[in-house]
């Protein structure tokens, strides 16, 4: 994969670069100080994979991202600030490194880049077949899915839909940004507003709508790790 890597930082450049190198498989085509600059070397050079730092004089990393083409490089944010994680997810973000970078935690993040890139893409529409007929929902509007024991809900911020898919089939389905919590929960990884400690030692996801749902022991550290919380 051809890699692009940004930071305003002189050292920072460096190092990510150094770690981006010992990885297999791994081309990397040049380093930016800046967002601005960053874009014109995609739009001429057409990497694909952006290593880009969300705080930069000018365009922040999040500005950069707005402004990629669709069919642009995926993105690995890179930064010194954990606040930013659920909007870098919800800009799209394959990952989201906390500095200081290490070499196995950027070569996670690059695996992620390569499964994403092995996995179809979600449709622009998510066909829910319920007791009342098809439903078509955007992806992107689900913020859970729940099993009851028998049937699974589908939630939205305002609506919910009763289908016979299970949870694994809407996993395969809606791709690597929804992540399984528990044995009962689906949720969307952008939907997510905040995390919040269980007296269990899981713990409880807190969606914008103000949805609750719960997160078992076991994934709240992977969660954590996805959302750049740890």
Request: positive net charge.
């Amino acid at each position: 994969m051809r890699v692009l890597v940004v930071d305003d930082e002189l050292q920072a450049r460096k190092r990510v670069a150094r770690l981006l190198e010992a990885l297999p498989d791994i081309d990397v085509i040049g380093t930016c100080e800046s967002a601005t600059e960053a874009l014109a070397v995609v739009a001429r050079d057409r990497p694909d994979v952006l290593v880009l730092d969300i705080s930069m004089p000018g365009l922040s990393g999040l500005d950069a991202r707005a402004r990629l083409p669709a069919d642009g490089p995926a993105v690995i944010f890179v930064t010194a600030h954990a606040e930013h994680a659920v909007t870098a997810f919800d800009v799209g973000a394959v990952d989201y490194v906390l500095k200081p970078v290490t070499a196995a935690r950027l070569a996670k993040a690059i695996a992620r880049v390569r499964e994403a890139r092995r996995t179809p893409a979600p449709p622009p529409r998510l066909p829910i077949a319920t007791r009342t007929g098809t439903v078509l929902v955007d992806p992107a509007a689900i913020t859970y899915a729940r099993f009851d024991g028998a049937l699974v809900t589908v939630a939205s911020a305002t609506e919910q839909w009763v289908t016979d898919l299970s949870l694994a089939d809407l996993e395969a389905r809606l791709g690597p940004s929804f992540v399984r919590v528990d044995r009962r929960h689906l949720v969307n990884l952008a939907a997510i507003a905040r995390l919040e400690a269980a007296s269990t030692g899981g713990a409880i996801a807190i969606t914008h709508s103000g949805a609750r749902i719960p997160v078992s022991r076991q994934a709240r550290r992977s969660l954590g790790k996805r959302l750049g919380l740890s």
